[in-house]
Every structure is written in structure tokens, then in C-alpha cells.
């Protein structure tokens, strides 16, 4: 497996600066990770370091890395029509994928319709800017049930989305598990074609592994080039043995 093919090279943190962003992507154009994932205000800028490097068109670069925003980050609290119009703005500026965070709390009421109208506002504004566009669903699923984690597959279905996701990464009860990825295997994949993104506390190789092996398609991580150093190495030490 081309390891940074499945990862998604992220910097999210409130304090993050053009320096850092220039950083994000010059990594990604080396070791042409999937995407690079930012806030929206550094999705411009992203896209435009993308471009110049001559990755980011699909069309042209044999292993293309193309601009992810986040949406609703990292609450999901914010009422649909202001995520719409932050993924319209996003897609705009360049992204080709969007990460968008649901409203938790309808899916914690039970609330299925609430739950798929949120996520069909983002891929009705992603979509009416540009074709093809990816639009993933971040549940938190340390915060739910695995009905709840089941009803929001459902809601991110029914809404038109391409991917659940595990997590923020920012939520006090947790980030990505190996029993998580499950749940979205089994409530996202098998009913619902829906593929799969672990993101939350993947911090090294052991932990990226347990989340391929638990058949995540993506993996989001703001270590992605330690993780494929450490890679590196395994492979070499096994070579060697």
C-alpha cells in the first residue's frame, strides 16, 4: 500500500500560521499525501501552493494532492445554512474536499431528519460551485452509541455524502478507535456505500495500522511524515532481516 495516498496531511490548530500552512503543503507536494486539510481561511492559500507545484490537477499529476476544508470545526453547532455558505466559500477558494462536523446534538435527540438536513445543506453548496467535489461526515463517535453512530450513517447517506468520519481530533471524550471504524464499516460501508476516515489521535504507525486494518480508506493526521519515516524504517530493518 502507498501509505500517504490514504492520509489526509493536517494542520488544524487555532494557532496555526501561513508559515506553518507553507510547511503543510510543501510536505504534501514530497510525499504526495491525498490532501492537505486546513481551516478555511488557509484554503486559498493551500490551493494556490498546489497549483504552483503542479499537483493539485487530478488531470495532470499522476498522484495529485488537492485542498480539504474543514466545516462547522469542531463543534458542528453552528446552524446549516452558515455551514453552507463556509462550504461555498471553501470550494470557491479551491477545495476539492470537505470535512464537514454534524450536528451532534441532533443525532444525540434522535432527531434523524434535523441530522440529514445538516449534512444535505453542505453537499448542496459544495456541489453547486464545483463538480466532483468530496464531502466527508464527522460524527464524534466518541461521544456516541453505536445506534447513534448508526443513525448518523444514515443521516450522512441520506444527505449525499461520500465519507463518515470518526472525529475532530479536539473532543474531550476522544479520538479515533479500532471499534469506531468498525461501527462505520458496518453502518456507513456495508449499508450505505459510504467509505471511511479515522482522524483523532493517530499518531504513529502502530495506530495508522489499526485503523487500515479495521478498513479505514483514509486516515487524517497531522504526523503524517513521521509516520511514513517510521514506515521507512520498518521496511528497511525487515529488509534487512
Not at 58 to 74: D, S
Not at 135 to 157: N, P
Not at 173 to 188: C, D, I, S
Not at 225 to 230: H, N, P, W
Request: glycine residues 10%.
Amino acid at each position: 500500500m502507498d501509505l500517504a495516498r490514504v492520509m489526509d496531511h493536517t494542520v488544524l490548530r487555532p494557532e496555526a500560521t501561513e508559515q506553518d500552512i507553507r510547511r503543510l503543503v510543501a510536505e504534501a507536494v514530497e510525499h504526495r499525501f491525498a490532501t492537505v486539510c486546513v481551516n478555511g481561511r488557509w484554503v486559498k492559500l493551500a490551493t494556490e501552493l498546489l497549483r504552483d507545484a503542479g499537483v493539485e490537477d487530478a488531470g495532470k499529476a499522476q498522484r495529485p494532492v488537492v485542498a480539504c476544508a474543514v466545516v462547522g470545526f469542531p463543534l458542528g453547532a453552528n446552524r446549516s445554512d452558515v455551514k453552507a455558505l463556509e462550504t461555498a466559500a471553501a470550494v470557491k477558494d479551491g477545495a476539492r474536499e470537505i470535512d464537514m462536523v454534524i450536528a451532534l446534538g441532533a443525532i444525540l435527540a434522535g432527531d434523524k431528519e434535523a441530522a440529514r438536513l445538516d449534512v444535505a445543506e453542505v453537499v448542496r453548496a459544495a456541489r453547486a460551485h464545483a463538480d466532483g467535489v468530496l464531502v466527508k461526515v464527522i460524527l464524534e463517535t466518541a461521544a456516541l452509541t453505536e445506534a447513534q453512530t448508526a443513525l448518523g450513517c444514515w443521516a450522512a447517506a441520506e444527505g449525499g455524502a461520500d465519507f463518515v468520519k470518526t472525529s475532530t481530533g479536539f473532543h474531550p471524550k476522544g479520538g479515533a478507535t479500532a471499534e469506531a471504524v468498525r461501527w462505520l464499516v458496518k453502518y456507513g460501508l456495508d449499508q450505505h456505500g459510504l467509505k471511511v476516515k479515522a482522524s483523532g489521535g493517530i499518531r504513529d504507525l502502530a495506530a495508522a495500522e489499526k485503523m487500515l486494518a479495521a478498513s479505514a480508506h483514509r486516515i487524517g493526521t497531522s504526523n503524517g511524515v513521521a509516520i511514513l519515516a517510521e514506515a521507512a524504517k520498518v521496511k528497511t530493518v525487515l529488509g534487512k532481516g
